[in-house]
C-alpha cells in the first residue's frame, strides 16, 4: 500500500514572554508531504553500460563523442534501498535551514538536473556559478567535480552544499533530531543501513547512490551507435565526425581521451598531468579564476562536463554566459581568447568552422539528448505536487534564523493586517497556546516551551497552514 499523507506549510506568529532558563534550544520544521513511495523500491542497483561504450562488441565504430576509458565499477556502490532514500533526501526541503530550498531547486530533473538561469538563488545571494547538470556524473570525466574541480570525491561534493550557509545550509548539529521527528526517514534509513542512526555520511551517502544512478542510455546516440550510426542525417553524421576531429581530446565521456584506454585511479593528479585540455578560451574573468582560486598555476581553468543531454541544459558555462549552443558553437569557432593554455588543443583563434559545420555540430549535440531521463519516475518528486490541500497557505510563511538558538522572529504575508490565529498542541493533543494577531511578524521567544514536539495551526480566513515545532 503507498503512503499517503496531508500537506502543510509554516508556522505562525505568536505573542508569549515566560522564561524558562533551563529549556535549551528549538527547532521548527514544516509538516511536508510525506513522499508517495512504490511498495517495492525501484531498480537502482541494475544498470548496466551499452556495449558500444565498453566496446565489448562495436570496437570497430567511431563514435565521434569518445571515452578514454570507462570505470564500469561506477554503479558498483548503488542499492535501491540506498538510492530510495536519497531520492526523498534531494527533494526534501527539510534539509535547508530555513526550509525553503532542497538540492532539486537548482537541479531540476526537467532540465537534466540543471537549472535555467545564468547562476542560482541563494538563500542570501546569488552563487558564484551556473548550476552543473548531474546526469551522468558518477562514471563520465569523473576525476574532479565542481567548476573549479576543487573536489575529486562524490560524497565531499556533496557535503559541501549541503552545508553551505547560502546553499542548503543544513546544520548537522540539528538535522538529525529533524529528520528523526518524520514518519518515515527512520524507516528509510533502517531500510538502506540496518538501523535507524542518522548520520551526515549516512546522508551523503544516500544522495551519492541516488545521484551516481542517474544516467541518458536512452538517447539516439546510444541507439544509433548500437548499429553504426545508420540512422543519422547526413547533417548529424557530419557533426559527429566534426566533433571526433576536433572537440573530442575535451569532451569525452568516461576518462579523457588522451589517455587512451587507461582510466585514471582516484586521486591520479589529471590536471596537473594535463591542464590544457580544461581550457575553454574564454576571456580572463576577474569575479573568478576557476582552479587558479585553489592553486594559481591552473588560473582559468574550469571543469569539462559531459555533454549528454547538454541541449537541455542551457544557460552554458561556468558563469551561463551563452543561452544557446549555437553562441558555445560560435565561441570556439571565431570568439576564442587565446592564453597560455590555448595551442595545445584549441587553435588560438578558434576552430574557424562554416556556417554548415556550425549547424552541423549542434545538430549532432541534439542527438545526445535523452528524454526518457526527464520523465523517469524513478529520479521525480516523491512530495507530488503542493496544491492539494482544501485549504490555501498562509503566503511566505517563513522562521528566520532556523534552527535558533533564543529567539525566532515569524514573518509571513499579511497585507491587509488580518487577524491571524494560532493554536498550539503538544504531542499528546494538549492545547498549549491560542492566540490572536493582526500582525505580518513576532519575534517567538522559547521559554514556554518545555522540550518534546509541538504542532502549530496558523489560521486567516480561509488560508491555513500547519507546522512542527521541536523543542530540545
Request: glycine share 6%.
Amino acid at each position: 500500500m503507498k503512503r499517503f499523507f496531508f500537506l502543510a506549510v509554516v508556522f505562525s506568529t505568536l505573542a508569549f514572554t515566560i522564561s524558562r532558563p533551563t529549556v535549551s534550544n528549538f527547532i521548527f520544521t514544516t509538516v511536508n508531504d510525506v513522499p508517495d513511495l512504490p511498495d517495492d523500491p525501484f531498480d537502482y542497483s541494475d544498470i548496466t553500460f551499452p556495449a558500444h561504450l565498453l566496446n565489448a562488441e562495436n570496437d570497430t565504430i567511431d563514435l565521434g563523442y569518445e571515452g578514454g576509458g570507462i570505470d564500469s565499477l561506477s554503479f558498483a556502490g548503488i542499492t535501491d534501498q540506498g538510492a530510495t532514500l536519497g531520492r526523498v533526501l534531494f527533494y526534501d526541503k527539510k534539509l535547508s535551514s530555513l526550509e525553503t530550498m532542497s538540492c532539486a531547486t537548482c537541479h531540476n530533473q526537467a532540465m537534466s538536473f540543471a537549472e535555467n538561469k545564468a547562476v542560482s538563488d541563494g538563500l542570501t545571494a546569488p552563487t558564484l556559478r551556473n548550476s552543473m547538470h548531474l546526469n551522468d556524473i558518477a562514471w563520465t570525466n569523473k576525476e574532479h567535480f565542481f567548476w573549479d574541480m576543487s573536489e575529486s570525491d562524490l560524497k565531499t561534493m556533496i557535503r559541501i552544499p549541503l552545508t553551505d550557509e547560502n546553499e542548503i545550509g543544513v546544520d548537522m548539529d540539528d538535522i538529525a533530531q529533524k529528520l528523526n521527528a518524520t514518519s518515515y526517514y527512520p524507516q528509510l534509513f533502517t531500510d538502506a543501513f540496518g538501523d535507524a542512526t542518522i548520520t551526515e555520511d549516512r546522508i551523503a551517502e544516500a544522495l551519492v547512490q541516488f545521484i551516481s544512478s542517474m544516467n541518458t542510455f536512452n538517447s539516439r546516440f546510444d541507439q544509433e551507435a548500437e548499429n553504426g550510426f545508420a540512422g543519422f542525417t547526413s547533417q548529424e553524421q557530419l557533426g559527429l565526425e566534426l566533433f571526433s576531429t576536433n572537440c573530442n581530446n575535451c569532451h569525452s565521456q568516461g576518462g579523457h581521451v588522451i589517455f587512451g584506454d587507461f582510466f585514471p585511479p582516484p586521486g591520479f593528479p589529471i590536471l596537473e598531468f594535463a591542464p590544457f585540455i580544461f581550457n575553454n578560451g574564454l576571456p580572463e574573468d576577474p569575479e573568478d579564476a576557476g582552479a587558479g582560486n585553489w592553486d594559481p598555476a591552473f588560473a582559468n581553468l574550469f571543469k569539462i562536463p559531459t555533454l549528454r543531454n547538454i541541449d537541455l541544459t542551457a544557460p552554458y558555462m561556468h558563469d551561463g554566459r551563452f543561452e544557446t549552443l549555437e553562441e558555445v558553437v560560435n565561441h570556439y569557432s571565431d570568439e576564442v581568447e587565446a592564453n597560455e593554455w590555448t595551442g595545445e588543443i584549441i587553435p588560438p583563434e578558434g576552430f574557424g568552422f562554416t556556417d554548415t559545420e556550425k549547424e552541423a555540430l549542434v545538430a549532432f549535440m541534439e542527438t545526445l539528448t535523452d528524454e526518457s531521463f526527464l520523465t523517469n519516475p524513478i529520479w521525480s518528486d516523491p512530495f507530488g505536487l503542493e496544491t492539494n490541500l482544501e485549504n490555501f497557505h498562509i503566503e511566505n510563511l517563513v522562521i528566520r534564523p532556523n534552527p535558533t538558538r533564543d529567539i525566532a522572529v515569524i514573518e509571513y504575508d499579511n497585507p491587509g493586517q488580518k487577524i491571524v490565529t494560532f493554536h498550539i498542541f503538544a504531542a499528546d493533543g494538549k492545547l498549549v497556546l491560542n492566540e490572536q494577531t493582526r500582525s505580518d511578524q513576532y519575534t517567538l521567544d522559547k521559554g514556554i516551551f518545555q522540550p518534546g514536539t509541538y504542532f502549530i495551526e496558523v489560521l486567516m480566513d480561509d488560508r491555513k497552514s500547519t507546522a512542527k515545532l521541536m523543542v530540545q
